[in-house]
């Protein structure tokens, strides 16, 4: 018996080392194959704005700044969607809750190609006849939005990827209500609490690390999204000057100029590969950093 727990003990162990193992070698192969790049342009590449093939002038800011912004928009858009339709999903009886919990899961289920059709043919025009053009007419916002707008740019990709990330935010948000113990919802509404006040001051205090979980599984994906924005984002190695200008994000250079690359351009686009690991694993630290620190506030033992 113990040497049947033994030897399950170090499966799993094997198990869990190979993630870390395949994280430390896809970040080695990254490193190796952009080390002409960074020994080229140095820790320039990284706030360069240029992208000029004929010239081998390469910097990686438009592409950084099109990613952060593109995933700052979906999250806007899709975490208080997906926390309401998942406290939603959560309170209301069986016979609603189910068909709407499976409508929101197949959302996930449909391929992100087909996202991008939807976009090209059915969002963009959208936007560009109604939506853009009231926006652009509330006084005081020309900073934000800008001035001109086709139906393709920046707020028509984020309005894609938060469709996209919205069922995974959901599932996981969902799930966490479910599992918060009934007592602790009695215990508040016996304290007079309305059901507001239990879902913000219980509900979310017990469950925040399953929530923030859903949140960052959710900018992942928006993050490293390739083909959805790669339709409606404009393709435009540009700085945005406002949500309605066309751009450009890390993952559509690089399925937009990897197959014809060679040389430096491709060592480049490696950079900018590698970029965009780091921020991920970034990001999942700063999360991790963060609910390490407050944990204190919330009540958990370190």
Same mark, same amino acid.
């Given at each position: 018996?113990?040497?049947?727990?033994?030897i399950?003990?170090?499966?799993?162990? &094997?198990?869990?080392?190979?993630?870390?193992?395949l994280?430390?070698g896809?970040?080695?192969? &990254?490193?190796?194959?952009?080390?002409?790049?960074?020994?080229?342009f140095?820790?320039?590449?990284?706030w360069?704005?240029?992208?000029?093939?004929?010239?081998?002038l390469?910097?990686?800011?438009?592409?950084?700044?099109?990613?952060l912004?593109?995933?700052?928009?979906?999250?806007c858009?899709?975490i !208080?969607l997906?926390f309401?339709?998942a &406290?939603?999903v959560t309170? +209301?009886p069986g016979w %609603?809750?189910?068909p709407l919990?499976?409508?929101v899961?197949l959302?996930a289920a449909? !391929?992100s190609v087909?996202?991008g059709?939807?976009?090209?043919?059915v969002?963009?025009p959208?936007?560009?006849e109604?939506?853009?053009p009231a926006?652009?007419? %509330? !006084?005081? +916002?020309a900073?934000?939005?800008?001035?001109?707008?086709?139906?393709f740019?920046?707020?028509?990709?984020g309005? %894609?990827?938060?469709?996209?990330?919205?069922?995974?935010m959901g599932?996981v948000?969902?799930?966490? &209500?479910?599992m918060?113990?009934?007592?602790?919802?009695?215990?508040?509404?016996?304290?007079?609490c309305?059901r507001?006040?239990?879902?913000?001051?219980v509900?979310?205090?017990?469950?925040i690390?399953?929530?923030?979980?859903?949140?960052? %599984?959710?900018?992942?994906?928006a993050?490293?999204?390739?083909?959805a924005?790669?339709f409606?984002?404009?393709?435009?190695?540009?700085? !945005?000057?406002?949500?309605?200008?066309?751009?450009?994000?890390?993952?559509?250079?690089?399925?937009?100029?990897?197959?014809?690359?060679?040389?430096?351009?491709?060592?480049?686009?490696?950079?900018?590969?590698?970029?965009?690991?780091?921020?991920?694993?970034?990001?999942?630290?700063?999360?991790?950093?963060?609910?390490?620190?407050?944990?204190?506030r919330?009540g958990?033992?370190?």
């Open positions: 018996m113990q040497r049947t727990d033994a399950f003990k170090l499966a799993c162990l &094997l198990c869990a080392c190979l993630a870390g193992l994280m430390l896809v970040l080695v192969q &990254l490193s190796g194959h952009s080390l002409e790049a960074w020994q080229r140095g820790l320039g590449f990284l360069s704005c240029e992208w000029d093939p004929a010239r081998e390469f910097g990686a800011w438009p592409n950084i700044v099109g990613t912004l593109t995933t700052a928009v979906a999250l858009l899709a !208080p997906s309401v339709s &406290l939603f309170e +209301t %609603i809750s189910r919990s499976h409508a899961d959302l449909i !391929p087909i996202y059709m939807w976009g090209l043919f969002l963009a959208l936007m560009q109604h939506v853009q926006l652009a007419a %509330i !006084p005081g +916002t900073w934000l939005f800008g001035e001109d707008y086709n139906g740019g920046f707020l028509t990709a309005l %894609i990827l938060a469709l996209m990330i919205l069922p995974y599932a948000m969902r799930d966490v &209500l479910r918060t113990p009934p007592m602790l919802r009695e215990a508040a509404y016996g304290a007079g309305t507001l006040e239990a879902t913000r001051d509900v979310m205090r017990y469950g690390r399953g929530i923030t979980g859903g949140i960052f %599984i959710g900018m992942g994906r993050l490293g999204e390739t083909m924005v790669l409606v984002i404009g393709n435009i190695m540009e700085l !945005p000057e406002g949500l309605f200008s066309g751009g450009t994000t890390i993952s559509a250079t690089l399925a937009n100029n990897f197959a014809e690359s060679r040389g430096l351009e491709q060592s480049s686009l490696f950079a900018l590969g590698l970029i965009l690991l780091v921020m991920s694993i970034g990001i999942q630290a700063i999360s991790r950093y963060y609910l390490h620190m407050t944990s204190a919330r958990e033992k370190h």
